[in-house]
Nanobody
Framework: VQLQASGGGLVQAGGSLRLSCVVS???????AGWYRQAPGKEREFVAA????????AYADSAKGRFTISRDSTKNTVYLQMNSLKPEDTAVYYC?????????????????WGQGTLVTVSS
């Protein structure tokens, strides 16, 4: 299973970005999630979606601003990020888990993407 994340970039505070994560390889029903790691900090949970898209979970920092979604026809998971803040600056990683989910614990994810850098300027 391979995950390819994209969509990061430089944006001003208050702006928006949409991250994409294409999942390829073995196909199965999977829960998916997004994590991020800021410089000098540990990787942290951002958002997760269940295997059938009927349930989502968000970190407090993401609630009301970020939305996780999936296009199953494209095997792609998205993270729409609005009202971005400088503290959202980080490398964002997508991950999938062979579970129903949503999964919020890192150790339960089975596959990870390579990360995409989001930089929010003030």
């Amino acid at each position: 299973v391979q995950l390819q994340a994209s969509g990061g970039g430089l944006v001003q505070a208050g702006g928006s970005l949409r991250l994409s994560c294409v999942v390829s390889g073995r196909t199965f029903s999977y829960a998916a999630g997004w994590y991020r790691q800021a410089p000098g900090k540990e990787r942290e949970f951002v958002a997760a979606i269940s295997w059938n898209d009927d349930s989502t979970a968000y970190a407090d920092s993401a609630k009301g601003r970020f939305t996780i979604s999936r296009d199953s026809t494209k095997n792609t998971v998205y993270l729409q990020m609005n009202s971005l803040k400088p503290e959202d600056t980080a490398v964002y990683y997508c991950a999938v888990a062979e579970e129903r989910g949503p999964v919020t614990r890192q150790k339960r994810y089975d596959y990870w993407g390579q990360g995409t850098l989001v930089t929010v300027s003030s």
